[in-house]
């Protein structure tokens, strides 16, 4: 049987709890706006985060993996593909990786001082665009 309390490691996806408006860039032309929300299941193991973004409709699922010792997630949206990340709030660093850490594809975004807002760049070899996110 498995501990009854959540991992420590899942704290830091603390900063994420709430609805942020996202707004996302290709050469510094807005393409897609929309919001997102994370919100604790109850019990406090898995962070849920709705994406209502552009044509993207998707629910997903972050969790602590005791084997890797990461914070892994599952996306369920508008494709038959599950799409798996890691992800990691390092001081003011967000890390999203498409896969496992190390990966060319993924998110990185710093917070501002207060922490209301995230910029960044989604990421992987050949592309990418400019994303924000502002606290509502």
């Not at 994406?51 to 508008?78: R, W």
């Not at 990786?97 to 760049?121: H, I, K, L, M, Q």
Request: proline share 5%; charged share 25%.
């Amino acid at each position: 049987m498995s501990d009854k309390t959540p991992d420590p490691a899942l704290r830091q996806l603390d900063v994420l709890i709430g609805t942020w408006k996202v707004t996302n860039f290709d050469n510094g032309q807005e393409t897609d706006t929309g919001t997102v929300t994370f919100e604790w299941l109850p019990g406090g193991f898995f962070l849920t985060q709705r994406v209502k973004l552009g044509d993207t409709d998707a629910i997903e699922f972050i969790g602590y993996d005791a084997d890797t010792k990461t914070l892994k997630s599952h996306l369920f949206g508008t494709s038959p593909e599950i799409l798996k990340y890691t992800w990691e709030v390092d001081g003011d660093t967000l890390t999203i990786w498409y896969g496992d850490p190390g990966s060319p594809a993924r998110f990185v975004g710093t917070f501002n001082e207060d922490r209301t807002a995230n910029t960044g760049a989604w990421e992987w070899p050949g592309g990418g665009y400019e994303s924000t996110m502002t606290r509502v």
